[in-house]
């Protein structure tokens, strides 16, 4: 069974960063692309970011693009999400999730995290 456990998150001022992990187990390597995913109260679950195995394949929602950075070190088996100027619209719980494809479609990620809450004040 895999398993991926997200840390990181926490309560930050608008403008600040912030770098989540996900640390993997259990046979990623069938479900080699990683994405990383965000909820809202109250909203739809939305991609944030992916990447495949290799890091070569990368590929950010418009809402995040020029601030976030996703990247993965396989050695460690762990992806990354780093984030900079962040503004309070990016408050969320933030899930990482593994794929067989790189794809923003949320139900293609058969393996989920628990999430780590990331909270912006303004």
């Known amino acids: 069974q895999v398993q991926l456990v997200e840390s990181g998150g926490g309560l930050v001022q608008a403008g600040d960063s912030l770098r989540l992990s996900c640390t993997a187990s259990?046979?990623?390597?069938?479900?080699?692309?990683m994405g990383w995913f965000r909820q809202a109260p109250g909203k739809e679950r939305e991609v944030v970011a992916g990447?495949?195995?290799?890091?070569?394949?990368?590929c950010y929602s418009d809402s995040v693009k020029g601030r976030f950075t996703i990247s993965r070190d396989n050695a460690r088996n762990t992806v990354y999400l780093q984030m900079s100027d962040l503004k309070p619209e990016d408050s969320a719980v933030y899930y990482c999730?593994?794929?067989?494809?790189?794809?923003?479609?949320?139900?293609?990620?058969?393996?989920w995290g628990q999430g780590t809450q990331v909270t912006v004040s303004s």
């Open positions: 259990g046979g990623t390597i069938t479900y080699s692309v």
């Open positions: 999730a593994a794929a067989s494809s790189l794809t923003r479609l949320a139900t293609s990620y058969l393996y």
């Open positions: 990447i495949d195995w290799s890091g070569n394949r990368i």
